[in-house]
């Protein structure tokens, strides 16, 4: 699976972003889906993933009720509406997928097989 992840910017304060990402390779149907982000200088971090339905996420504290994931099944694509962006929202945000049996979702990146290649985030203040 080569996951390719858009849709980063520049925004100020307040903004929203919608980031994309794109399974190629073949169908994430069965995969749990997740967004991490990785600011200069610290540890890449959990977002927020959803699982193979689609009905069940999970986000970090600090994203809760201002970022929504969702995804697309007939479209392989997976979304994070990003609002209310805060200058500490700036980073590069990477997707990972992992394949699953059920409808579990993690918030572990050690257990995502799959990386995109990274999106970067700018919240100016």
């Known amino acids: 699976v080569q996951l390719q992840a858009s849709g980063g910017g520049s925004v100020q304060a307040g903004g929203s972003l919608r980031l994309s990402c794109t399974a190629s390779?073949?169908?994430?149907?069965?995969?749990?889906l997740g967004w991490f982000r990785q600011a200069p200088g610290k540890e890449r971090e959990f977002v927020a993933s959803v699982n193979r339905g689609g009905d069940n996420s999970e986000y970090e504290d600090s994203v809760k009720g201002r970022f929504t994931i969702s995804r697309d099944r007939a479209k392989n694509t997976m979304y994070l509406q990003m609002n209310s962006l805060k200058p500490e929202d700036t980073a590069v945000y990477y997707c990972a997928a992992a394949p699953t049996v059920d409808d579990a979702v993690f918030t572990k990146k050690f257990l995502f097989d799959y990386w995109g290649q990274g999106t970067l985030v700018t919240v100016s203040s």
């Open positions: 390779g073949r169908s994430f149907v069965t995969y749990v």
